[in-house]
């Protein structure tokens, strides 16, 4: 072997010493020879045309910048990867060639395929251990279908197809026979193969800097991972981090508490930070509303003189209303969402908690409740094991999970019991918890609301078109109607919220009837957006009645929306309720918030501190908070950072330093770092059996002394 390896070095050194000396005679061999190649290989050199232009074609179609199409660095590593999964085909039998080539084919066909189909409902990239949560896609089959399987995604099945083209055309020539008679060269042409995929993927590793390593290693930021080096290597990288849960005890784990060290360290193991609001609702009952996608922009909203979300906009008024305030999930949507609330952690950068890692360690509202006297409860009328709430529930500490099996299924929207069912039979059961007499604590999760919007005949009577009285010649009156956002999947959902807020009416007037608001607060957040497309913006905000289309971007009355107003408007209602708040504490606070500031927020409220909580109490922050997100991006009051791109929009009329902008980047990957190294590694567990260990062992010490 190491004979081999010299003759190899020996090679290239006088390939190289031939290129300097007659550099106009060799490259003209080296076409040749590429030339001689390609002919004599056409299957072959289709088949790493084809993969390395899908991938490309990826970029380009999810990403939508030019410069990915321009970036090299990307490109030739997938060439060296496609090159170097396609050079085994010499060590098969000419008869399996083919086959091995078209299914390689098939399986990157489909990388890209669902890649893109995946980009465009959660803008990111999917990952292996999502597999893992495919038995959830029946239930939302049409949501899936609908919304986020679109034509154009079908555009990378070109390359199987030119493959099989290709093959079948050399079928009928001599040149797929030449191709078959020289089996003497296959392992010539596999050393070959191979050594032009190194050296690609050598050349590839000369643009690499730390920065790029450290967020390849990290793998949060999917988007930039793939610009940076390409849809295959990012899905290899994948695949090792997504059996990492599996293997953590073979690698990571000091690296991991070592982070987990170096920022716990610092934090107090109680409360120290006090302000106006601490323990002004110690010992009340709670009942939080998980609210299914629902936005903050539909309250700003009205169509002919009617508010989108009248009920939700009282409950606003009358309590203490967070209008800045944004969702932070990743790959588990709603899941991310309760966890995060539950826990003031971050999603994880592979899989989901609810499914990866239901078996960890975590300190939790519930959790933290009891021990003060409550009762704990969760409500939601899908199935026990959907998004595996069965077990999860259990981990984050409720008592009791009330689930399908609680309730009559008597009306079916959507995914299942309609809200206005559900928050009726939810209201019974409230009422026999309150008459035990203790303190409870209970979240209830909205259903109706969620993709794909298309049941509008069961969500009531709310017109989203535009209607005018214009009057003729003769004086006449008549009722003009202009359809602007009826049939749309945006006005599809505009009717779903104002179904959901006419049940959200409707629970509060119950609780009310039944005297279940004295001692009780509630908490209503949105889980995450809608998932609409930005495309579906510009007709409800430059739609043009006269031709019943979008202005144009000349137009004075046209309103810019793009990728970072799309951002901005993803955020999500947070209103904290009591019939306190409505008589005097009343109050909008606009700094920007992110779910994991919910936990200490509510706990410097009830009297519960959390060590491991990596939000603020907002009110002691009302200056200096950033809302992290999982993909790397990060805001402020002042500024959002787009990690992928490494640009930013301003906020304010201030300068934006760029000290600012990496102090805000380092407490992004900071806190990213420190939430995924405590779940994946279960390190509160971790950090308890230590405790108990050395509490054990000085036990042991004093009775020996």
């Not at 890649?115 to 893992?132: C, M, R």
């Not at 002004?280 to 299914?292: L, Q, Y």
């Not at 006419?502 to 007037?509: K, M, Q, V, W, Y």
């Amino acid at each position: 072997m190491k004979r081999k390896m010299n003759q190899f070095f020996k090679r290239i050194k006088k390939e190289w010493n031939s290129l300097r000396k007659h550099p106009k005679e060799y490259w003209t061999m080296i076409l040749t020879c590429i030339r001689e190649y390609i002919k004599n290989n056409s299957l072959f050199f289709i088949f790493v045309v084809v993969n390395t232009f899908n991938a490309l074609l990826l970029r380009y179609f999810t990403i939508h910048t030019v410069e990915n199409l321009l970036y090299f660095a990307p490109l030739l590593l997938d060439f060296a990867i496609v090159l170097l999964i396609g050079a085994f085909s010499y060590l098969l039998k000419p008869k399996n060639r083919f086959l091995y080539l078209f299914i390689v084919t098939g399986i990157m066909t489909a990388i890209c395929i669902i890649n893109a189909s995946y980009y465009g409902f959660y803008n990111s990239f999917t990952s292996i251990s999502f597999l893992s949560m495919t038995v959830y896609i029946s239930d939302v089959g049409d949501a899936v279908a609908k919304q986020v399987i679109h034509p154009q995604d079908w555009i990378y099945l070109w390359a199987p197809l030119a493959l099989l083209i290709t093959y079948l055309r050399l079928r009928l020539t001599s040149k797929y026979h030449l191709e078959e008679t020289k089996e003497d060269k296959n392992k010539s042409q596999f050393m070959h193969t191979f050594a032009v995929a190194l050296v690609s993927a050598l050349v590839f590793c000369t643009s690499l800097t730390p920065a790029k390593c450290s967020r390849f290693g990290n793998q949060w930021n999917r988007e930039y991972i793939v610009m940076s080096f390409g849809i295959y290597m990012y899905h290899v990288n994948d695949l090792i981090k997504s059996v990492e849960p599996q293997i953590t005890t073979l690698f990571g784990y000091d690296n991991a508490m070592k982070i987990f060290n170096d920022y716990y360290d610092k934090v107090p193991d109680t409360n120290e930070e006090t302000n106006e609001y601490t323990n002004i609702f110690k010992g009340k009952n709670v009942i939080a509303i998980h609210a299914e996608s629902m936005q903050t922009n539909n309250m700003t909203l009205s169509f002919n003189g009617e508010p989108l979300t009248p009920n939700l906009n009282k409950l606003a008024s009358e309590g203490i209303f967070f209008d800045n305030f944004y969702s932070q999930v990743s790959v588990g949507t709603s899941s991310d969402t309760e966890f995060t609330y539950n826990t003031s952690l971050m999603p994880t950068n592979n899989g989901t908690a609810f499914v990866s890692y239901f078996n960890r360690t975590y300190v939790t509202i519930p959790k933290l409740l009891k021990e003060q006297g409550y009762y704990t409860f969760s409500m939601h009328a899908n199935k026990a094991n959907y998004w595996n709430r069965d077990l999860m529930h259990q981990s984050l500490g409720y008592d009791r999970f009330y689930s399908k099996e609680d309730y009559e299924i008597d009306e079916v929207i959507g995914l299942g019991l309609s809200d206005k069912s559900f928050f009726k039979q939810s209201v019974q059961k409230i009422k026999e918890i309150n008459a035990s007499g203790k303190p409870y604590y209970g979240v209830v999760i909205m259903l109706t609301n969620h993709t794909p919007f298309d049941q509008v005949d069961l969500y009531g009577d709310y017109d989203v078109d535009i209607k005018e009285v214009v009057k003729d010649k003769k004086g006449n009156e008549t009722l003009k109607r202009y359809p602007y956002m009826e049939g749309t999947l945006l006005g599809n959902y505009f009717k779903a919220v104002h179904y959901a807020d006419e049940a959200l009416g409707e629970f509060f007037a119950s609780l009310e009837k039944e005297g279940l608001l004295d001692n009780t607060v509630i908490v209503l957040y949105g889980d995450h957006d809608a998932r609409i497309g930005m495309e579906e913006y510009q007709r409800l905000y430059n739609y043009d009645k006269e031709t019943n289309g979008i202005l144009d971007p000349s137009d004075p009355d046209y309103r810019e929306f793009d990728y970072y107003q799309y951002e901005l408007n993803r955020k999500v209602p947070l209103i904290i309720w009591s019939k306190e708040t409505k008589e005097n504490l009343h109050t909008t606070v606009s700094t920007a918030m992110g779910m994991i500031d919910v936990m200490p927020t509510l706990g410097n409220m009830f009297g519960f501190y959390n060590k491991y909580q990596l939000g603020h109490d907002i009110f002691n922050h009302l200056d200096d908070n950033i809302v992290v997100f999982p993909n790397g991006n990060w805001l402020s009051n002042r500024v959002y950072y787009n990690a992928q791109k490494n640009e930013y929009l301003p906020l304010t009329d201030s300068a934006i330093s760029n000290n600012y902008i990496e102090k805000g980047t380092e407490q992004a990957d900071k806190l990213l770092q420190v939430s995924n190294s405590l779940i994946v590694f279960d390190l509160i567990q971790k950090v308890q059996e230590l405790k108990e260990s050395n509490s054990s062992y000085i036990n042991e010490r004093d009775v020996a002394k």
